[in-house]
């Protein structure tokens, strides 16, 4: 059995005025859920939002951003330039000044882009990835930089042991020069021991790196680690290894929202789905399936099988699904009728989130109302 087969479903019970003319598949996002995950993550850092960086690229949501806020965090990681405009004129709004990393080697007409927001907000720090020293000049003057430090994920940056061109970055930043991004997303061993070896080997070779840097003069004011795999590991590690100087931030995002590849992830550390798919049986195919209507255009489907968990009915299995089917296997109680209503849980759940256009906010006392997840998808004109 696992987590989610013991929630509570009364604690996600949609109010029948909002269901009575709710269309499906919609998203729901359960607010009071988000603060609790937010305390989570908190109490795990120790209490202190300064060693937290949130990626928002699951949320998208600036009403959930919010709630970061008013947590205490400033600071944050983002993937796209939509985002980093949203969340800078979130922060601008609420009379804050930020932080925000666009975590992605942008090139060209998107790199300008950044330019001209970090122009807008000019009272936050924006910053960007960069894996090559002759890309430096392109990054517009008012950008920090982050050396991109592949981990060994091989999806972007420069190899950890690769410290002449990671040297060559540092020099050709200069005072632009933040600090090193280390994402080690790749490590998610089910082996909890293993996994915590191999992330705290890699962790060893970003502190010697560190001190090479150091040596050879340049300042290093931020080392970024850890999405929601490896996120508690680095939080152990870095508690006894941070430099002086030097302040280490861990940016996992998922959390927030929390979804079934999170619980295998960390199953000790005790979040709640925050973030569902209500959905309708729209058909009885044959005595063993009922179909509903939240296929892969509404449930993220890319991270394997099955993509979603149905609330409170354990004996309801996602099958593979279609565009706009999702088959569900009936193994044992009472089987479905056409027109029930059940809420998934997804497995993956950002890029279900960019799949909406907007969500359900349910929060207790407070009356429910949408809103769009207004940072999905991507700018196409600078």
């Not at 998610?188 to 191999?198: A, E, F, G, I, V």
């Not at 590690?237 to 295998?264: L, M, N, Y």
């Not at 809103?371 to 991507?378: C, E, I, L, S, W």
Request: proline content about 8%; glycine content about 6%; some cysteine.
């Amino acid at each position: 059995m696992t987590l989610f087969d013991q929630l509570d479903p009364s604690r996600y019970a949609l109010p029948a005025e909002l269901t009575s003319q709710l269309m499906s598949p919609a998203l729901i996002i359960y607010m009071d859920r988000v603060r609790e995950n937010i305390q989570s993550i908190l109490q795990a850092a120790g209490g202190d939002p300064e060693r937290w960086r949130p990626h928002v690229k699951t949320t998208k949501i600036p009403e959930v951003w919010a709630e970061l806020m008013r947590a205490g965090i400033r600071n944050f990681k983002c993937a796209t330039t939509r985002e980093a405009e949203l969340l800078l004129h979130t922060l601008d709004s609420a009379g804050e000044h930020g932080d925000v990393l666009l975590a992605y080697p942008l090139i060209g007409p998107a790199l300008r882009r950044l330019g001209i927001i970090a122009d807008k907000y000019p009272s936050s720090r924006v910053s960007v990835l960069c894996e090559d020293e002759h890309l430096v000049v392109e990054v517009p003057r008012q950008l920090s930089i982050f050396v991109d430090v592949n981990p060994g994920m091989d999806r972007t940056g420069v190899p950890v042991a690769d410290d002449y061109t990671i040297h060559a970055i540092a020099q050709a930043a200069g005072e632009r020069l933040r600090g090193l991004h280390y994402y080690d997303g790749h490590l998610h061993d089910q082996n909890l021991p293993d996994r915590r070896s191999l992330i705290r080997a890699g962790y060893e070779a970003v502190l010697e790196l560190h001190g090479t840097l150091l040596r050879d003069g340049h300042a290093i004011e931020e080392i970024i680690t850890a999405g929601t795999p490896a996120f508690l590991n680095a939080l152990e590690f870095w508690s006894d290894h941070t430099p002086d100087g030097t302040q280490h931030r861990v940016s996992p995002g998922t959390v927030i929202f929390h979804d079934a590849c999170t619980e295998e992830d960390n199953p000790d550390l005790r979040l709640v789905p925050a973030a569902l798919v209500f959905t309708r049986v729209v058909s009885r195919p044959t005595p063993q399936i009922a179909t509903c209507d939240a296929g892969s255009k509404a449930i993220a489907a890319e991270a394997g099988d099955p993509v979603a968990h149905v609330l409170g009915r354990p004996k309801l299995e996602a099958q593979t699904p279609n565009e706009e089917h999702l088959p569900l296997r009936i193994a044992g109680g009472r089987p479905p009728e056409r027109g029930d209503e059940f809420l998934l849980i997804p497995r993956h759940v950002c890029p279900t989130v960019n799949l909406a256009d907007e969500a359900v906010l349910i929060e207790e006392g407070v009356p429910w109302r949408i809103v769009p997840v207004a940072a999905r998808g991507h700018e196409m004109i600078v």
